[in-house]
Structure formats: C-alpha cells, structure tokens
C-alpha cells in the first residue's frame, strides 16, 4: 500500500513556474518509478514524466520537455516536479502515481496511466495568458 500526497499548485501567469511536490508513505520510496500525469477539463488524463527508481532516468511527454523537469529524493520519500516556462495549456490537475508492480525500468510502460497502481488526490495548475 502506498500513500501518496501532492501539494505546490496554484495560479501563474504565462512563462512562470512552479514546483509540484508527491509525498509518498508507505512502502519503501526507492522500490518504486513514480509518474507524473495531468488532466485538463473535459479531455483524457495524459503522461508528463515519469522518474525511475533511483532518480538516474527519466522520461518526459514532448509537449513539456524542455520545461518540465522530475526529480526525487528518497531519504524524503518526495518527488518533484519543477515546471518552468508555464503556457495556458498546461493548466490541468496534476497526478502523481507509483508503478509498484515491476521493478524494472520500461519507457513504454511508465508512460502508461493503467500501469500505475497508486495514485494522489491531484493539485490543480492553472496558468493565466
């Protein structure tokens, strides 16, 4: 079981940023990759990045790369998600989720919502023009 909590959203205009925080309780942090998704109004829950286990790699959706940077600290059992370069159409609630079923890294595989067993209530983004 894992528990997972993510804070940091908020309202900002155009070209500003913001950093997402996942804070993870339950099983142990470092076992696990976790992703990150969004969703914004009316249209289906879409991948961001996803980070793996220890940190080393990551993978990141092309409508954010470049701007949107995963990272994680396991002696906080948290994960990141620094957004820089903010644009309207990132305006969505953001997810974290934890793939705690295979250990092994897949790029296929963590950009995909059904592969995520746990997931955070979401923190709303919104980015003014």
């Known amino acids: 079981q894992v528990q997972l909590i993510e804070s940091g959203g908020g309202l900002v205009q155009a070209g500003g940023s913001l950093r997402l925080s996942c804070a993870a309780s339950?099983?142990?942090?470092?076992?696990?990759?976790m992703g990150w998704f969004r969703q914004a109004p009316g249209k289906e829950r879409e991948f961001v990045a996803a980070?793996?286990?220890?940190?080393?790699?990551?993978v990141y959706a092309l409508s954010v790369k470049g701007r949107f940077t995963t990272s994680r600290e396991n002696a906080k059992n948290t994960v990141y998600l620094q957004m820089n370069s903010l644009k309207p159409e990132d305006t969505a609630v953001y997810y974290c989720?934890?793939?705690?079923?295979?250990?092994?890294?897949?790029?296929?595989?963590?950009?995909?919502?059904?592969?995520?067993?746990?997931w955070g209530q979401g923190t709303q983004v919104t980015v003014s023009s």
């Open positions: 989720a934890s793939d705690t079923k295979v250990p092994a890294w897949l790029q296929t595989r963590v950009a995909l919502a059904t592969n995520y067993d746990y």
């Open positions: 339950g099983r142990t942090f470092s076992s696990y990759h």
């Open positions: 980070i793996s286990r220890n940190g080393v790699t990551t």
